[in-house]
């Protein structure tokens, strides 16, 4: 079985700072990591993905993500915040061998200060 | 290029009236398809998701239904809504050994 576990729900941080999205999965398998954005009232985007090879990932709008088998982590990363990364973000996981079910985190919300 | 089609995206209900939620998927053939729902606070639960035409797997036990009368369309239905059906319910794709899905834009239904 594979799921996935987000810590915190909510998190703030001032424009301009370091955004760190905490994300641990739980795999039988290799594991297909992901992660999606999602504005308000708005379905998923995609921001990033890990299937095989280079194991720090990076997406659109400045967010990286690194997959650490040790830590069976794949925390969301940006370096400087912009007021427009307000959102909500879902870290999930692919099984991939099992018609491609894809098992979400509860999400994280962002917040940025002015 | 594939795109994905959902609606409506708004909809309110009142509790015991039927619903039907219609997804469809342009550009591509044979897609895995998905129904996943996020209630208020929590994170996306996966409903149902469908390999073939008529093919429906159910992955919780609910009030609601999914059916898929074409290859390209998936449907999710109720015959009487509950108040806990209340959420913002989101079809999406993929295409089979692909590891990536592509969500619609969503439906927010509240049921009064």
Not at chain 1, 56 to 83: C, Y
């Amino acid at each position: 079985a594979q799921s996935v576990t987000q810590l915190g729900s909510h998190v703030s941080v001032s424009e301009g700072a370091l955004v760190l999205l905490r994300c641990n999965y739980s795999s039988s398998v290799p594991p297909y990591l992901f992660w999606y954005v999602q504005y308000p009232n708005q379905g998923l985007q995609l921001l990033l993905k890990y299937t095989t090879g280079a194991t720090l990932v990076k997406g659109i709008n400045g967010f990286e993500a690194e997959f650490k088998k040790s830590e069976t982590s794949f925390h969301l990363t940006k370096p400087s915040a912009h007021m427009s990364d307000a959102a909500e973000y879902f870290c999930a996981v692919c099984d991939l061998y099992n018609f491609n079910k894809f098992y979400f985190g509860s999400g994280t919300k962002l917040n940025v200060k002015p | 290029s594939q795109t994905i089609h959902q609606w409506p995206a708004t909809l309110v209900q009142p509790v015991g009236s039927p619903l039907s939620l219609e997804c469809t998927v342009e550009g591509t053939s044979n897609p895995n398809l998905y129904w996943y729902r996020q209630a208020a606070g929590r994170g996306l639960q996966l409903l149902f998701y469908s390999v073939g035409i008529g093919q429906i797997s159910s992955e919780v036990p609910q009030n609601l239904s999914a059916s898929r009368p074409q290859d390209r369309q998936f449907i999710l239905s109720s015959k009487k809504l509950l108040l806990s059906d209340s959420g913002f319910y989101l079809c999406a794709w993929s295409v089979p050994g692909r590891n990536v899905a592509f969500f619609g834009q969503g439906t927010r239904l509240t049921v009064v």
